[in-house]
C-alpha cells in the first residue's frame, strides 16, 4: 500500500472546517476536476457523487462516496473505477488554538501481481499536487465562510 499524506492550517473553527467539507461539492471542488449526479445526506454517511477528469489524456469517470463519518473529527471517502486505483481518502480535522488543522491521508491498494507496488507509489506521487489544491480550497472557502 502506498499513501500521501498532507496538512493545512485553516483559520476556521474545526466546526465551521468540518461542515464545509461535509458537502462533497466544497471539499472536492478541484480544477480539472467536475462532479455530477451529488447526493447529500444530512449525516454526510452515503453522499456520493461521480468524479469526471483527464489523466495521461484519458477520460476517466469515477464514484465517490463517504462511507465514514465523525462529527466534526473525520470524513472516509472512498472513490471507484473501472482502473485498478480505488484510494481511500481520511480527511481529519483537529482544533489548532482558535483555527483547524486538517490532515489528508489517501492510501492506494492494487491488488495486480508484480506491477502493483510500483503502480501504488506511482499514482500515490501523482496525486500531490491535486492533494494541494485541494487543502488550498478547502482552506480558502472555509475562511471565506466564516468571514461573511
Do not use: C
Request: hydrophobic share 45%; no cysteine; aromatic share 8%.
Amino acid at each position: 500500500m502506498a499513501t500521501l499524506t498532507r496538512s493545512i492550517m485553516i483559520d476556521a473553527p474545526v466546526e465551521e472546517v468540518f461542515d464545509y467539507a461535509l458537502d462533497i461539492r466544497n471539499l472536492w471542488a478541484i480544477p480539472d476536476v467536475g462532479l455530477a449526479d451529488v447526493t447529500l445526506t444530512p449525516d454526510g454517511v452515503g453522499s456520493q457523487a461521480r468524479l469526471f477528469t483527464h489523466f495521461l489524456g484519458f477520460h476517466m469517470s469515477m464514484g465517490l462516496e463517504y462511507l465514514e463519518v465523525v462529527r466534526p473529527e473525520k470524513i472516509v471517502a472512498k472513490v471507484t473505477s473501472f482502473s485498478p486505483d480505488r484510494p481511500m481518502w481520511t480527511f481529519t480535522f483537529e482544533p489548532a488554538g482558535s483555527g483547524t488543522k486538517l490532515t489528508v491521508l489517501g492510501e492506494w491498494h492494487i491488488a495486480v501481481p508484480a506491477v502493483g507496488k510500483p503502480m501504488e507509489d506511482m499514482v500515490a506521487g501523482s496525486h500531490k499536487d491535486f492533494v494541494q489544491t485541494m487543502l488550498t480550497n478547502v482552506k480558502a472557502g472555509a475562511e471565506k465562510a466564516v468571514a461573511a
